[in-house]
């Protein structure tokens, strides 16, 4: 089963207003990251937050972490229509590996946003 | 700096056709990755090379085979390709293993009828 699911699987949004996605998860983490993927391209990472962290910032990107709660929430504050594009968290999952676990990340199925202008 | 490049960007094949996927990145990175992304399964990983001279299978290696040919490519290769393996592969890479973020190649669009 997915490590990493996004909530929800879709928003539709107007220009100017604030996008909030989030995503859980069922493991213990060592952290945990954000990708968007624009139409017929690869992701791009976004940022990356460790276990030890609660909220990080970039640009109009707020993440927070509450590992109690094993989620995490991405807002895109004052959005344009640039933003359109689906937004995945992956997580790395150690338990759920068997023998070598180090590089293995797992993608959520990902939140499609748009942005109307 | 062009990143992750994969080669082609486009394929159709019969089933029982064989097929090499090519990814070279141009970042130094000592990790690569192959995943496939199918419509609402998201990104799973096929294989993964830590470093040069070292492959580990992933969540779904079945039908697939890698080579890390050397620091700057890792290949992907399709050996009796299937209707199921009918997806857009990705090649991604990063510094190293220990979850850095990865840099992602534009994918191949496979069809395999």
């Known amino acids: 089963s997915q490590q990493g699911e996004e909530d929800p699987q879709a928003l539709s949004i107007q220009e100017g207003e604030n996008a909030t996605m989030n995503c859980s998860y069922k493991t213990s983490i060592n952290n945990l990251q954000w990708y968007r993927q624009n139409s017929g391209r690869g992701l791009v990472h976004l940022i990356l937050i460790r276990s030890n962290e609660r909220e990080k910032h970039s640009g109009r990107l707020r993440v927070t972490l509450d590992t109690s709660k094993k989620s995490s929430s991405l807002l895109i504050t004052a959005s344009r229509a640039a933003d359109t594009a689906s937004y995945f968290c992956a997580t790395d999952a150690r338990f759920l590996d068997r023998g070598s676990t180090l590089g293995r990340l797992y993608f959520g199925r990902g939140t499609q946003l748009t942005v109307w202008p | 700096n062009a990143g992750v490049t994969q080669t082609p960007k486009f394929q159709v094949l019969k089933t029982g056709q064989s097929m090499t996927l090519q990814c070279a990145q141009d970042?130094?990175?000592?990790?690569m990755y192959w995943y496939r992304q199918d419509p609402g399964m998201g990104l799973r990983l096929i294989y993964y090379s830590a470093s040069e001279g070292t492959t580990d299978k992933g969540e779904v290696p079945n039908g697939y085979n890698v080579s890390r040919l050397n620091k700057r490519e890792f290949s992907l290769r399709l050996e009796s390709a299937a209707p199921s393996q009918t997806s857009v592969y990705f090649c991604?890479?990063?510094?190293?293993?220990?979850?850095?973020?990865?840099?992602f190649g534009d994918g191949t669009r496979l069809s395999i009828l």
């Open positions: 991604a890479s990063s510094e190293d293993v220990s979850n850095q973020p990865q840099h």
């Open positions: 970042m130094n990175h000592n990790s």
